[in-house]
């Protein structure tokens, strides 16, 4: 199960989304989650091996990595990028459940077109559009959640050179030195700029579902 | 052989899953395997070459490694997860065998055509009679197997949490040694998150253990107020030739819902104006 399941299984969703939710995928999947794969796993795989503590000490590098890195920019964004797609699942099972219910109707008797009940993309109104919008909510949320989790971790988006370390068994004070630490702040600032386009396209489409429910009720009561 | 094809052969049993189970299959697939995949295994890739101890013993290192970490989280990990999601195969396999059965029957009553043929192997089995106890007893095994893994994990980890650093004497360390693991708040947060996964599923077992006993619950009171809805084998008036009737009525002894699920689906294979004699 790795990033090439999830996109199989996101992809059934696909077909009913709105259009920005279409393209919020597409941004998903090609400018996060394949850079994650192809570029910043590279950048990131030999943080703990070239963290580099000025002393003999053993275990003060151990100890200032762990101090200073409690949980790794990949590991956070693959998490982040497993809750925010997730929510797509709502609007999957809502709409398989849909589809059931049709079927059992029309195993009961009702005149329902199989090949309409195949094929038709569902619309998103009445139960389907409450669930649509409250998995907008949640990608929103999520995405905040986890941009705000990075800047208090790693206090604001830069990757410093230096670190100071004073943890125990070091002794005194010890100069570490990060890895690759400006390709490190580029990814993170690329990330961070891909992420804010995401949540701002998750605030488009809220805004258009609105918009829409609120139109079409206005037409029902002229 | 990898994550990938167990989901592939874990999807079939998705179809004849409760709501429940399938939203248990999704959160095992998304929240647990993938997890485990795309992040854990990375945090726990150096934990043996990072583990650092203040000592220039040779062997003191390797030895101590393996005094507190006899088996590492993340086979634990794995085995959990291929143990907890195999006793769906138990369905599966039921669920096959019923539908060999089924086509054994069209067979013998000379329905054997290819649309009936697919028409067995695509539709969901309803979860009654012999079927019910496999499922019962395959959700039952997951609960007892992710128990046992949680109890596994607290007694050779204790507290779930990982520390920074372990004192360590064995053979042939010189005295009490102080070992560095690595990445420590890493694994602990790694550790809590797929331990409330863990019990996420255990609870999502336990509800759907609830509905399948209140759901046969619920039928089997429908059942007794209304008696004549079809408990008798009268198939065997209606669906065949003389000298095969013996093993036409073998097979319909069992009163399996599956073979009333197949006449109501296919009523061509019923003769009109018969009437049920054992009903």
Avoid at chain 1, 90 to 100: C, D, E, G, N
Avoid at chain 1, 128 to 139: G, K, Q
Avoid at chain 1, 184 to 205: Q, R
């Amino acid at each position: 199960m790795d990033w090439g399941t999830l996109q199989a299984v996101l992809g059934g969703v696909n077909k009913h989304s709105t259009s920005i939710g279409k393209v919020w995928l597409t941004v998903l999947f090609i400018f996060r989650i394949m850079i994650l794969v192809v570029a910043a796993e590279r950048v990131w795989g030999d943080e703990q091996a070239d963290f580099v503590c000025n002393t003999l000490q053993p275990g003060c590098r151990n100890v200032c990595y762990d101090h200073f890195f409690p949980i790794s920019h990949i590991r956070l964004w693959a998490l982040q990028l497993i809750f925010v797609s997730t929510p797509a699942l709502l609007v999957a099972m809502h709409v398989a459940y849909t589809r059931h219910e049709k079927k059992r109707r029309f195993r009961n008797g009702e005149k329902i077109d199989i090949e309409e009940l195949k094929n038709a993309k569902i619309h998103i109104r009445g139960p389907l559009w409450w669930t649509y919008t409250s998995s907008i909510f949640f990608r929103i949320v999520f995405e905040a959640v986890f941009m705000y989790v990075f800047y208090y971790m790693y206090d604001g988006y830069q990757m410093p050179r230096l670190m100071k370390c004073s943890a125990w068994p070091c002794p005194n004070v010890v100069d570490c030195f990060v890895s690759r630490p400006t390709e490190k702040t580029t990814f993170t600032i690329f990330m961070l700029a891909v992420s804010g386009i995401c949540m701002m396209l998750n605030l488009a489409e809220l805004c258009y579902l609105v918009l829409k429910i609120c139109m079409k009720e206005s037409r029902k009561t002229t | 052989m990898n994550w990938a094809g167990l989901y592939t052969v874990l999807s079939g049993v998705n179809r004849h899953s409760t709501a429940i189970g399938r939203i248990w299959l999704s959160v095992i697939f998304i929240f647990r395997i993938m997890v485990l995949v795309v992040a854990a295994e990375s945090v726990w890739g150096d934990e043996k070459s990072a583990f650092t101890c203040n000592t220039q013993q040779p062997g003191c290192n390797s030895v101590c490694y393996d005094h507190f970490f006899p088996i590492s989280h993340i086979r634990l990990w794995a085995l959990q997860l291929i143990l907890v999601t195999t006793p769906a195969l138990l369905v599966a396999m039921h669920v096959a065998y019923q539908q060999h059965r089924e086509k054994k029957l069209l067979v013998l009553t000379g329905h054997a055509d290819p649309k009936h043929m697919e028409e067995v192997k695509k539709h969901k089995m309803r979860i009654a009679g012999s079927l019910w106890w496999t499922y019962v007893f395959s959700v039952v095994f997951r609960l007892v197997f992710e128990a046992v893994f949680m109890y596994i994990f607290y007694m050779l980890y204790p507290g779930y949490q990982m520390v920074r650093l372990v004192k360590c004497e064995a053979y042939p360390c010189p005295n009490t040694v102080d070992c560095f693991i690595s990445r420590p708040t890493e694994k602990t947060i790694f550790t809590v998150f797929m331990l409330v996964t863990s019990s996420i599923c255990i609870v999502l077992n336990m509800a759907e253990l609830v509905y399948l006993v209140v759901r046969a619950c619920a039928r089997r009171g429908q059942h007794n107020s209304n008696p004549s809805s079809g408990k008798g084998s009268f198939y065997g008036h209606k669906l065949s030739s003389e000298y095969k009737q013996n093993e036409i009525n073998q097979l319909l002894t069992e009163q399996d819902s599956s073979f009333k699920d197949m006449l109501r689906r296919n009523p061509g294979l019923q003769e009109k104006g018969d009437r049920c004699s054992a009903c």
